[in-house]
């Protein structure tokens, strides 16, 4: 322990002497500020918070990441080629011992400045309302829309393969299928997959005086006087001469009427006019929520309008509740930033186990960047391997989703928003990017640098 | 456990990037290190002296056959405790001063933060670098760096010191400090592998030698036997008259042998020594290195009965500062020195030593008056010293017994 401590502490010491986190640190002190003063958002109140928190703690976040790469590369690396790891392992200490050394001097510089920055961050954003002349309308959106922890959820999917098939067998009996679709099996394959993406569609999508109902299980608000947010966005088919959109919304326990019972909870309606392509919300007081937590929410597509209305997929439609204060919300993201910055810290000392100074900070930064757009890589690669199936899902695909997913679970993609990052979603992170990769990584590391002839020159 | 270090054909082969053989660092090495033996590993560069040293630690794995120290394995950290290395080169942190360094291994020893001031003062005092032990040791010159490497090597007060050519870089002081230490070292017990090509220094300290060319030893065994010429006998005497020469020279020729006068020159080193104690004496500053020969304490004390490290942490509490330890070798130094014409003059180094430092010039008269506290206490630990402890007495006595080979030359 003494002498994992000392390699620590001597790592720390490196860092800050070599003046390695010095830039870093200098250019975010400069940087936090100045972004607190200059950022102005949309304008109000509200974007100008919003804006300063997305960048704010994706710098901070970035930096971080690119600072700790380069500080457990060059550690260990620096140590192999300039040899004071000739007189270190000489010494009463393990292997073992120096690599964690190493990684618990690299997390604690870690900890300490994500610790300063992360609180000049939160301090900037809870203090500056204090600065402006805010009014009483705008800080209530403030506490609503910002200063909270908001659970969202999200329409579940609805499993359409059954569906697929009845559709095209049905097509298929009657003979409506077009000519050609029955030549192969790539075709068949082809047409029903088509089949597959409409009416995957038309459960999102209205036509002209048609609703839409989406059902949710599970809503738990802080309590039943506060309210409910439905986050929408439109999409068309054609775009109306305005670009807005009429739409009347129903929010409340539908069930009531279904069975015939008396309503006992109200059901609130809106009707409403919105730009298509633009996230809007629409608070419900909370009470609409069932006893047993059930939600449904409709949207009548009126005939005022002149055009099919679509939901996005993936943030057409979402609820979002008050489960937690911002504070709590704040600490937990960055706890995730944390995680992250321990992980690319096992990367580093991985990489410096067996490459050199430039080559191991290609290497993680290729693995930061992949990881960082993860989404768009799976997605290329999946694109790019459809005429290789078998040897891609057997091989890039595994390999690829090693690769954490950064880009899923971006730090300001809980802020901005006011999304709630659960403790659950965090342990979860934590044991697949902390204790399983990272951990992983770090054996790995030690397993090459056991092995390696530490006094051996690689060219 | 005859040996302390033992190897077992140890063969090292360089291979090229398809595995081929390329060049054979070691070939064949069976060396047997006795304990309490001063060993020297010579031979031309290239010749796998490096090689085997890094075998022995660890640093390289051997391609075939074994080494084994104190019975054990060169990387195990028990055995590691017990050894101290000191690499070709000096490579350090170079952002952390010469005291952090020493600091820092330290502490890969689990030592307790006592014991490690101690040594640490002890042995800054020791290699004269306390004058600049805050400075970044990446300022340092290649001597400079050169002891603290030293220092580092001597921090866990080792079994087994390892030394990969000590002498390159150190001016003739620090050489000859670093020729003192060993014998001092293997006075004590302890058993020194010493690397080099600097021959002029292994035949002074070393007992047995191997020669290594190729990767192979070439010719192995104890330096008096492989240099010692039977068919020659050199006297040297003092101040006599060119009659009592004549005499002499008749002697010898009624022996049938050939007989040749020469007056012996000042060797360059002694008239190294003695010029700079001279400006030392004059108070000249230096940025450098203050070389002052006396030997850590902790290195020099007798382990009988009590292990050295309970000695070092029960000493200072009859004292009141840590620095107390420090201050107690000086008298030592001075007495033992006062034997030996040699070590006259390195005890002439040894007294201006605290004008060079930079206090003084500043605040004179601060200066002076703590001198004269100093003095006075280090009096008062003189007399303690020679009233009633034997040790010392038995220290002083062994230290002679060293110099006496040693300067024969002078």
């Known amino acids: 322990m ?5 390699v620590a502490k001597n790592t720390i010491k490196q860092a800050l002497r070599m003046k390695v986190a010095v830039i870093f640190i200098v250019l975010l002190a400069v940087l936090l500020p100045f972004m607190g003063i200059s950022m102005t958002g949309d304008g109000t109140l509200k974007g100008k918070l919003q804006s300063f928190v997305s960048y704010g703690l994706s710098l901070t976040n970035l930096l971080l990441c690119l600072l700790t790469i380069v500080i457990s590369v060059y550690t260990l690396t620096s140590d192999i080629k300039q040899r004071q790891i000739y007189t270190v392992l000489t010494k009463p200490i393990r292997r073992f011992q120096l690599l964690l050394g190493k990684l618990l001097g690299v997390v604690l510089l870690d900890v300490a400045m994500l610790i300063v920055f992360s609180a000049v961050i939160y301090t900037i954003t809870v203090y500056t309302p204090k600065f402006f002349n805010t009014s009483e309308a705008e800080l209530t959106q403030l506490n609503n829309e910002f200063y909270t922890a908001r659970a969202s959820l999200v329409p579940n999917e609805i499993d359409i393969t059954k569906e697929t098939d009845e559709s095209y067998e049905r097509l298929e009996k009657t003979g409506q299928l077009p000519p050609g679709v029955t030549d192969s099996q790539a075709s068949r394959r082809g047409y029903k997959r088509a089949l597959a993406n409409r009416i995957e569609l038309s459960k999102r999508a209205a036509t002209v005086g048609q609703d839409l109902l989406w059902e949710f299980n599970n809503v738990k608000p802080l309590s039943s006087d506060q309210s409910l947010f439905i986050r929408f966005k439109y999409d068309v088919s054609v775009n109306p001469p305005d670009l807005q959109v009429f739409g009347r919304w129903n929010i409340g326990d539908y069930r009531q009427i279904k069975y015939g019972t008396q309503i006992d909870r109200p059901i609130y309606r809106f009707d409403r006019k919105d730009l298509i392509r633009t996230f809007y919300e629409i608070e419900v007081p909370a009470d609409a929520v069932a006893e047993d937590g059930y939600l449904a929410v409709s949207f009548l597509n009126v005939p005022l309008n002149n055009t099919v209305v679509i939901f996005p997929l993936k943030d057409g439609l979402e609820v979002l509740y008050k489960a937690d204060s911002y504070t709590a919300n704040f600490l937990r993201v960055v706890c995730l930033i944390l995680f992250r910055l321990i992980f690319l810290a096992c990367l580093g000392i991985l990489a410096s186990s067996f490459l050199s100074f430039p080559v191991a900070i290609l290497f993680c930064l290729v693995i930061f960047f992949a990881s960082s757009f993860s989404s768009f890589c799976l997605e290329s690669f999946a694109y790019l391997g459809e005429g290789a199936s078998g040897v891609y899902s057997y091989t890039m695909k595994p390999i690829i989703q090693l690769f954490p997913q950064f880009d899923k679970l971006n730090p300001s993609k809980f802020l901005v928003p006011a999304n709630l990052l ?14 399983i990769r990272a951990v992983l990584l770090w054996l790995l590391g030690l397993l090459i640098f056991s092995y390696r002839e530490i006094a051996r020159i690689i060219i | 456990m005859e040996y302390a270090v033992e190897t077992y054909s140890l063969t090292k082969i360089f291979s090229d990037l398809w595995g081929r053989d390329k060049v054979y660092g070691v070939d064949d090495l069976n060396l047997k290190i006795r304990h309490n033996e001063v ?10 002296k490096t090689t085997t040293l890094k075998m022995l630690l660890g640093l390289l794995y051997p391609t075939k056959g074994r080494s084994v120290i104190f019975g054990g394995d060169g990387s195990d950290p028990k055995i590691n405790a017990r050894i101290g290395f000191l690499p070709e080169e000096s490579y350090f942190y170079k952002y952390l001063n010469a005291r952090e360094t020493l600091d820092f291994y330290g502490r890969l020893f689990a030592m307790p933060s006592k014991v490690r001031e101690i040594r640490i003062e002890a042995l800054l005092d020791m290699v004269g670098l306390k004058a600049v032990a805050g400075r970044p040791v990446g300022t340092f010159s290649k001597g400079m760096a050169r002891r603290i490497g030293l220092a580092q090597a001597l921090i866990n007060d080792p079994d087994l010191l390892i030394l990969d050519e000590p002498t390159t870089g150190l001016d003739p002081i620090g050489t000859k400090q670093i020729k003192d230490l060993i014998l001092e070292m293997a006075g004590r017990g302890k058993t020194i592998l010493l690397c080099s090509h600097l021959l002029a220094d292994v035949e002074d300290v070393c007992d047995r030698i191997a020669i290594l060319y190729g990767g192979r030893v070439q010719a192995e065994g104890e330096v008096k036997k492989l240099l010692q010429q039977t068919n020659k006998t050199e006297i040297t005497t003092g101040s006599i008259s060119s009659s009592a020469v004549e005499k002499i020279k008749r002697i010898v020729k009624d022996e049938h042998a050939d007989c040749n006068v020469s007056f012996p020159m000042d060797k360059l080193e002694t008239f190294f020594i003695r010029t700079v104690a001279d400006a030392q004496k004059q108070g000249r500053p230096t940025s450098g290195a203050v070389s002052i020969t006396q030997i850590g304490e902790f290195l020099t004390a007798k382990s009988a009965g009590k292990s050295i490290l309970d000695k070092l942490v029960s000493e200072p509490v009859s004292g009141k500062t840590d620095q107390q330890p420090s201050v107690t070798e000086q008298p030592s130094a001075v007495e033992t020195s006062v034997n030996k014409t040699n070590e006259q003059l390195l005890s002439e180094l040894t007294k ?15 200066a002076e008056s703590i001198e004269k506290k100093l003095e006075q206490k280090k009096r008062d630990i003189l007399e303690q010293l020679t009233d009633g402890s034997g040790a010392s007495q038995n220290k002083d006595k062994k230290k002679a017994g060293h110099h006496r080979g040693d300067s024969s030359d002078a």
Do not use: D
């Open chain 2, 352 to 366: 201006p030593v605290e004008p060079v430092q930079p206090t003084p010039v500043v605040k004179k008269e601060l």
């Open chain 1, 422 to 435: 659960s403790w659950s979603l965090l342990a979860r992170v934590a044991a697949s990017l902390v204790g």
């Open chain 1, 2 to 6: 003494h002498s994992i401590w000392a």
């Open chain 2, 39 to 48: 060993f020297g590993l010579l031979g031309p560069n290239g010749s796998g």
